[in-house]
């Protein structure tokens, strides 16, 4: 007797079917399903030890599930403008220079899982982030396109909407914004492109915004309005969600509305992406890889320690350093014994920013960079 499938399963099928491209549906063998939610999914650990993500293995963060595809959807820049702009992707590629950025796309609850005590959330691991090539144009060229008055530039805002609807009336809407310095900064993008293709529904398509060195929440996918603000955008998402305590506090302390800022810049951080944590591997040459990147600065070295943290050696690292950018580095060494290794990996960056032993605990769970270890068997 064949077994039905259910209703639910069916509907998550489908949208997992629609929010890629035919050439990308390979993801599902890959990604990692978060929740029960089919837009949320995390990339393998194991495909961190490369410089780009391939897109179908690309982690997926929604918080409503996406809209439908629609590449002709219009993006319209309004607010304190002097001449309100409407423009859809094909425009924006065609009325202003391209330009491509490199960059780490991750989710500020990166990590929660691992904090201690344990916060509530997506209970993410370590594949909440890849790096990949992004295409579009400035988000500043827009706006001075639509006449930002100079008065306009001091304090404002520019608030971001999406495509993306809440499932009922009484669920708060996906606001955010960020400040105008941020806006203009020549690395933010409005994407039209990923790894050179043209974005997935799942990754935004037909624009997102691309904000360097920042914690995905910035990155708002199924872009419809820009607009220019005196104020920073309100509502659930922007004044109690993606906040961070302006202060250390003591793991598991509560911390009150004024102590808490937005939560920007992603701290240094390093991820081993091979040897496979709990693996196998033959006696002779053994390699440890990963990632290393700060949204601060360029990532300056990256050490590896193989006696819980008593001495450190060099990695080779292999990639155009930039903030907002990871490298990848590796440790080759020998191994004649048969045993278990134990292997500790931590970044710095050029402002002397260095990966902590342990991760700064927080009510949301944001930014674990604590050292990464992982261990395997050599027989």
């Not at 961190?48 to 997926?60: G, Q």
């Not at 992707?89 to 344990?118: D, I, K």
């Not at 250390?248 to 992603?266: D, L």
Request: charged share 20%; net charge positive; glycine share 10%.
């Amino acid at each position: 007797m064949h077994r039905m499938i259910g209703r639910r399963k069916l509907l998550e099928a489908a949208g997992l079917a629609l929010a890629f491209t035919p050439s990308t549906r390979a993801f599902a063998d890959d990604l990692l399903r978060q929740g029960r939610a089919p837009q949320n999914l995390a990339t393998p650990t194991g495909l961190f030890d490369r410089l780009i993500t391939p897109t179908p293995s690309f982690f997926v963060r929604s918080h409503f599930g996406p809209p439908a595809l629609d590449r002709a959807r219009p993006l319209r820049v309004t607010g304190l403008v002097t001449s309100a702009l409407t423009l859809d992707a094909a425009e924006l590629a065609r009325s202003f220079p391209p330009v491509t950025v490199t960059a780490v796309l991750q989710c500020a609850g990166n990590g929660r899982a691992l904090h201690e005590p344990r916060v509530p959330g997506l209970q993410w691991t370590h594949g909440a982030m890849g790096q990949a090539t992004f295409t579009g144009v400035r988000l500043g060229d827009l706006l001075r396109k639509a006449g930002v008055a100079p008065g306009n530039l001091a304090r404002t805002h520019v608030h971001l909407h999406g495509a993306d609807a809440p499932p009922k009336p009484q669920t708060p809407a996906f606001v955010r914004s960020i400040p105008i310095e941020r806006a203009l900064d020549p690395t933010t993008l409005v994407a039209y492109r990923m790894n050179g293709e043209d974005l997935t529904l799942a990754h935004g398509a037909p624009l997102r915004l691309v904000v360097p060195g920042w914690a995905g929440d910035h990155w708002v996918k199924w872009l419809v309005e820009l607009s220019l603000q005196k104020e920073e955008a309100r509502g659930f998402f922007m004044t109690t969600a993606y906040r961070m305590p302006t202060e250390e506090v003591a793991p598991g302390a509560a911390v009150p509305p004024e102590k808490m800022r937005p939560a920007t810049t992603f701290p240094v951080k390093s991820i081993i992406g091979a040897p496979a944590d709990g693996g196998r591997a033959p006696r002779g040459p053994q390699r440890v890889a990963g990632v290393a990147f700060s949204g601060v600065a360029p990532i300056a070295k990256v050490e590896v320690s193989l006696d819980d943290g008593k001495t450190w050696r060099a990695a080779k690292l292999e990639g155009a350093p930039g903030a907002g950018r990871w490298v990848v580095f590796e440790h080759r060494f020998d191994r004649s014994e048969p045993g278990r290794v134990r292997a500790l990996a931590r970044a710095t960056d050029r402002q002397g920013n260095t990966q902590p032993e342990r991760a700064a605990w927080n009510p949301s769970g944001y930014f674990w960079n604590a050292w990464h270890a992982v261990s395997w068997e050599v027989a």
